[in-house]
């Protein structure tokens, strides 16, 4: 797909151009200007801890979006399938079809990130919550019920942080426990019959021993009809419990404990028909077998008819009908529980302790043709577990801030896959392969960071780590009709993987107001083991694939206009190595290395407060693309050539918003709020199939409005999300070029309005 370089160059040189040029601006002290701007209905200052210590925003020298638990309500974000809709160059698809669970993520950034969801293939995003690696896919799809913040970090993170984070990584932190007693509770319902609830509560135990505790549920209707069984898919029905403890002894000593358990029970994915391969031999032999009039004999090459006895486009209803008659359902458990610590030695030296141990079970019955045929259907049970360990000793000097930490993580996962296919000469019923593996996972890394302010305007960065990995896979692969011959040895294989990271930055303050960097950081994903076949492999050894790496340049600048404006700007190239890219082998899709490829773009985050209580918002992600090589993958069918564009790497994403806070006598504020999201036309796939590709571009409206007590301390929120009622892709797979021939996809909900009543106590 061409792109515009040319754009691209000019927009890059202006922007930072304009960035560039000194601002006069009084000095002001963080806190100091922190309190003025909110008695001003300024911009607020922004704590981060992208670099594991705690920051102002501005003083950041990387690309970071941030916002707040308040800010989140405001712009109707419930939770991380949302989250692109005010990030730039960030991309999330909560229906991940390999897996056919609701909760599988597909999470891009800057056109890096990992289309399978499986336990086999890592995130290429790494996901945090409270500073904890979650090591799935499955389970990153979730609700953002009692949260403080969430920082996204653009760009990969392979100094600082655990592992994965080739593409970078989300930061989510939930509420910490108040001082006093008190909470909220919150009632929600919307499109659909949603209904959610929600309740939190903090509750002291003594001086020193504080708790929080939270409930959550969510109940909606699906939004795809199953004419078969009358199942709506789509839908939801979870909920969540969480509690925290926290005890400080002493002022240097701080021990948090945090439990959290989610449950989720469903229907199954919203994929309906795509397309299908007419002239392929599978769904020939499926439409012969079902008694398709004019179908002689096996092999005929008598073109499909317009028949519902036939696998053919007869069985495409639209993007909200399924025709599939396989059995759905999709569920999750979820919990864990961490023990964070941190002790100030002094006044210098910090030492930090996280200690994590999590489970994830989950189930995904899908329907892969969503016709009553046979054609491919698969059926995952997954149940897996993890540990982590991370130690950071963080020195504060005068001029120098450094992290020196260790990081251990171990996770085994039990996969038990259950294919359905009728490849000729199969029986009408077609014939079952099962996909069943043990996967586990040993990553040990030591990284180290440090920060020397040269002056008071100048400083440099400089950051290393080692990480080393085994993973081992156990398959126990065969046909049930022929269960003594196995696809591979039912013993364990194992690989180990060693890499070295890098990043290096160096920032310059020009004015009190302007505070320009430059980067370079390095990212790592190990490679691995395929975990599905669909036949014997003539190895004897499971195809492997290897790790892929990302070396990243940005320039950057942030930009504080006293307390009425902020921009912040990025520029980046990434040169993108050994790419992790599905292919299918037979029907089976296979993890290879692809090839090469450059990423380049700009991403820009703004706000504007031109009087007080007014708020224009918003930023924008241009990425431009290219597969700079190819590799050869004998014995495997893919359409990715060096004209292909990456998946889920948009051309342009922008968001703006404005809203006005009006005061009504001394108790109420009524603020409106219109925001309008674009996104442009981009690809699901490394083969860039246009059947199930969002081919056009999407531009959305929301509105929202909030009447808010601050003295009796209750809010009532009531807004409508893709007010035009745009109706379009969000993901899909396709098989459309192998034996089965068929593609699937997944459309967006459409329009949603929902009113939520909240009360504070």
């Known amino acids: 797909m061409p792109r515009n370089r040319t754009r691209f160059l000019l927009l890059s040189s202006v922007s930072l151009g304009l960035l560039a040029t000194p601002v006069a601006a009084q000095p002001a002290d963080p806190a100091t200007a922190q309190n003025s701007r909110a008695d001003t209905g300024g911009i607020e200052e922004i704590v981060v801890t992208a670099r594991r210590v705690e920051e102002n925003l501005q003083d950041t020298p990387l690309s970071v979006s941030a916002f707040t638990a308040a800010a989140l309500e405001r712009a109707q974000v419930s939770g991380t399938e949302n989250l692109d809709d005010l990030t730039p160059n960030l991309q999330i698809a909560s229906v991940a079809p390999l897996s056919g669970n609701n909760s599988a993520a597909q999470v891009f950034i800057r056109g890096i990130g990992q289309t399978d969801a499986t336990s086999v293939v890592d995130p290429g995003v790494g996901l ?37 984070t080739i593409g970078g990584a989300i930061l989510i932190s939930t509420t910490e426990p108040g001082e006093h007693f008190g909470g909220l509770a919150r009632f929600t319902y919307g499109t659909d019959n949603l209904v959610e609830g929600f309740g939190a509560v903090d509750l002291p135990l003594s001086e020193t021993l504080r708790s929080r505790w939270s409930f959550g549920l969510r109940k909606r209707d699906g939004y795809v009809h199953r004419p078969f069984d009358g199942a709506d898919l789509g839908d939801d029905n979870s909920y969540t419990l969480q509690g925290k403890l926290k005890w400080t002894p002493t002022d240097r000593f701080t021990a948090t404990m945090t439990g959290d358990y989610t449950r989720e029970n469903e229907n199954g994915s919203p994929l ?32 499909m008819i317009d028949d519902p006895r036939c696998a053919n486009d ?21 919990w864990g529980a961490s023990l964070r610590a941190e002790y ?11 200690t994590a141990y999590r489970e994830l079970h989950w189930t995904g019955n899908r329907d892969a043709d969503n016709t009553p045929f046979p054609i491919l259907h698969t059926e995952y049970r997954s149940r897996g577990h993890q540990f982590s360990q991370e130690v950071q000793s963080i020195v504060t000097a005068d001029r120098l801030t450094g992290v020196i930490g260790l990081f251990y993580f171990k996770s085994r996962t039990d996969d038990y896959l259950r294919v359905t296919l009728s490849p000729p000469p199969s029986p009408p019923g077609g014939t079952f392969d099962r996909n069943d593996n043990i996967v586990t996972d040993e990553n040990y890394a030591a990284f180290s960071q440090w920060t020397y302010e040269l002056t008071d305007a100048f400083s440099v960065t400089g950051g290393i780590r080692y990480t080393w990995e085994k993973k081992r896979i156990k398959p126990f692969q065969f046909n049930e009709g022929n269960p003594a011959v196995f696809y591979v040895p039912n013993i364990f294989f194992s690989r180990t993987f060693k890499a070295t990271t890098f990043s290096a930055s160096a920032q310059y303050r020009l004015s009190d107001a302007l505070m320009t960097y430059a980067n370079f950081s390095q990212g790592f994903k190990s490679g691995g083991f395929n975990g599905r076949f669909n036949g014997v492999v003539a190895s004897g050894r499971p195809p492997e694939f290897d790790p892929e790496k990302a070396d990243s340049y940005e320039i950057g600048a942030k930009l504080d206009i006293s307390s009425a404006a902020r921009i912040n700007l990025a520029a980046f190239q990434t040169k993108y190595k050994d790419l992790q890219f599905t292919y299918r082998v037979g029907t089976a899709p296979f993890l290879f290395n692809a090839g090469r490829a450059t990423i380049q773009g700009i991403e820009a985050d703004f706000q504007f407060v031109p009087v007080r209580n007014l708020i224009i918002e918003g930023g924008f992600g241009i990425l431009d693309d290219s597969i700079d090589s190819v590799s050869t993958i004998v014995g495997a069918t893919t359409a990715v050539t060096t004209d292909s564009a990456l998946p889920y790497t948009p051309s342009f994403q922008g968001n703006a918003a404005i809203s006005y806070t009006a005061e009504i006598g001394s108790h109420f504020e009524l603020t409106p709020r219109v925001e309008v999201i674009h996104t442009a036309h981009q690809f699901f796939d ?19 409005l909030t009447l808010e007590n601050v003295d009796d301390g209750w809010t009532l929120r009531a807004g409508v999300q893709n007010v035009t009622d745009e109706v379009y892709p969000i993901a899909g797979n396709s098989s459309l070029t192998t034996g089965s021939g068929y593609a699937e996809i997944a459309y967006n909900r459409g329009r949603e309005a929902q009113v939520s009543f909240t009360k504070r106590f």
């Open 686 to 704: 490394a083969g860039n199939t246009v059947e199930i590709a969002q081919n056009d571009d999407v531009t959305r409206l929301n509105i929202g």
């Open 272 to 303: 309906v028909f795509a397309a299908i391969n007419e002239t392929a031999t599978f769904p020939r032999v499926v439409s012969f077998r079902a008694g398709c009039p004019g179908m002689a004999s096996i092999g005929t090459t008598v073109p």
């Open 314 to 334: 007869f069985w495409n209803d639209g993007p909200f009908t399924a025709n599939g008659t396989f059995p759905l359902k999709s569920t999750l458990n979820n």
């Open 128 to 164: 945090y919550i409270d500073d904890v690696y979650m090591g799935s896919a499955v389970g990153g799809i979730l609700d953002f019920r009692d949260i403080a913040s969430v920082q996204v970090l653009r760009g990969p993170q392979g100094t600082l942080f655990g592992r994965n």
């Open 344 to 354: 100030e030695a002094s006044d210098l030296l910090t030492f930090k302790s996280i």
